[in-house]
């Protein structure tokens, strides 16, 4: 998870389920170390400590110790600073753990693209998840359409096409081909001129 989700309450009820996590660290949370494991340097990590957390609201809702990865994105030239309640797996592999959470953003942020959801209809589990199973449903249904036709259109473009005609009395497979964009519209003598190039 990015900085943005650390709530040390929620990271110690995944301890409590065991389950691990890795979350980029802020620069303001205060970690003392208590215990240093040896790196190998030529792979990017800098340090593999064993901190606590010292401010009094924070380690009151996370008692427990935490493991802090110190790893150098030389591509990037960026210092990333990891937090994990894993102490088992390999420095480096808790690095690369975070970079593969990129594609899941990714997947995320295309949903919020891609899938329109008005509104949710409530905030129970059951009234989040229904609006977001039928979006994706309809984007797959499309996906389906878009294939079996063979159409050369986007999908946002299909479903912007659909949306837009649903109520209409054209068959869907007029809607959908490909309109000839180089209609010369100065051709029509009906076409007024406003600009004289």
């Keep these: ?25 802020k620069a303001n949370i205060l970690l003392p170390r208590r215990y240093s494991r040896p790196i ?17 609201a924070a380690a009151q809702v996370y008692p427990d110790p935490l493991r802090r990865v110190t790893y150098f994105d030389a591509k990037t030239n960026n210092r990333l600073k990891f937090l994990t309640n894993n102490f088992v797996l390999p420095a480096l592999m808790i690095a690369q753990i975070y970079k593969c959470r990129w594609p899941v953003e990714l997947f995320f942020k295309w949903i919020q693209q891609h899938l329109r959801i008005q509104a949710f209809y409530g905030t129970s589990e059951n ?10 449903s309809r984007y797959v ?14 999908l946002y ?4 096409i659909l949306s837009v005609t649903l109520f209409e009395k054209v068959p869907p497979l007029r809607a959908l081909e490909a309109s000839d964009s180089q209609v010369n519209l100065v051709a029509d003598p009906n076409q007024l001129i406003l600009f004289d190039f």
């Design 1 to 25: 998870m990015d900085r943005g989700y650390i709530d040390f309450e929620r990271l110690f009820l995944f301890t409590l389920c065991s389950a691990f996590f890795v979350v980029r660290t």
């Design 40 to 56: 190998d340097r030529s792979s990017g990590l800098r340090s593999d400590h064993t901190v606590i957390l010292a401010e009094i």
């Design 157 to 160: 473009q299909i479903l912007q």
């Design 141 to 154: 249904l499309v996906a389906i359409v878009r294939k079996h036709l063979g159409l050369e259109a986007s």
């Design 127 to 136: 009234a989040v998840k229904t609006p977001i199973w039928i979006a994706v």
